[in-house]
C-alpha cells in the first residue's frame, strides 16, 4: 500500500465521512484494479470493464453486508457514519446500495488513514474474494 502521514483517531474523527468515503473510494478502486491485473494478459478495456463491475455501489453494498458482523463496533460506526452522510447518488445506483456503499468506502478511508494495513488488507482480501463469487 502507498505510503503516507499516519493521522491519529482525534483528527480522524474531525473528517467528514464523505471524505473518508474519497480516500476510501480511492483505495478500493486501487485493490480491484490491481487484483484484476495481476497474472491477467487482457486488454485495458476488458480490464477497465471488469474493474467497474466490482467497484458499483450494488457490489460493494453486498460485500459490506457479507463483512458487518466481523467488524469491530468502532469499525460499524464509521460505515453508519458513511451509511448516513448526506450524498447524492449516480442516476444509475440504487440509493440504498450507494449509502452501504459510501459506508463501505468510510471505512477503508478510516483504515488507511490510520495506517491499519494488516486489517485494511484483511478486509479488502475478503471483499475481493466475495466480489469475485
Given amino acids: 500500500m502507498l505510503k503516507?502521514?499516519?493521522?491519529?483517531?482525534?483528527?480522524?474523527?474531525?473528517?467528514?465521512?464523505?471524505?473518508?468515503?474519497?480516500?476510501?473510494?480511492?483505495?478500493?478502486?486501487?485493490?480491484?484494479?490491481t487484483r484484476v491485473m495481476t497474472g491477467s494478459r487482457k486488454k485495458v478495456r476488458e480490464l477497465h470493464l471488469e474493474t467497474v463491475s466490482m467497484v458499483r455501489a450494488e457490489s460493494q453494498a453486498r460485500v459490506l453486508k457479507q463483512l458487518l458482523r466481523g467488524l469491530s463496533e468502532d469499525e460499524k460506526d464509521i460505515v453508519?457514519?458513511?451509511?448516513n452522510a448526506k450524498s447524492s447518488p449516480p442516476k444509475n445506483a440504487d440509493p440504498a446500495d450507494y449509502q452501504l456503499s459510501t459506508g463501505f468506502e468510510a471505512l477503508l478511508g478510516w483504515l488507511y488513514l490510520q495506517g491499519e494495513e494488516k486489517r485494511l488488507q484483511y478486509l479488502l482480501d475478503l471483499a475481493l474474494s466475495g466480489v469475485e463469487e
Fill in 4 to 33: 503516507h502521514e499516519i493521522i491519529d483517531e482525534k483528527t480522524l474523527r474531525e473528517f467528514s465521512p464523505v471524505a473518508l468515503a474519497y480516500v476510501g473510494d480511492a483505495v478500493f478502486e486501487l485493490a480491484v484494479r
Fill in 80 to 83: 453508519r457514519r458513511g451509511r
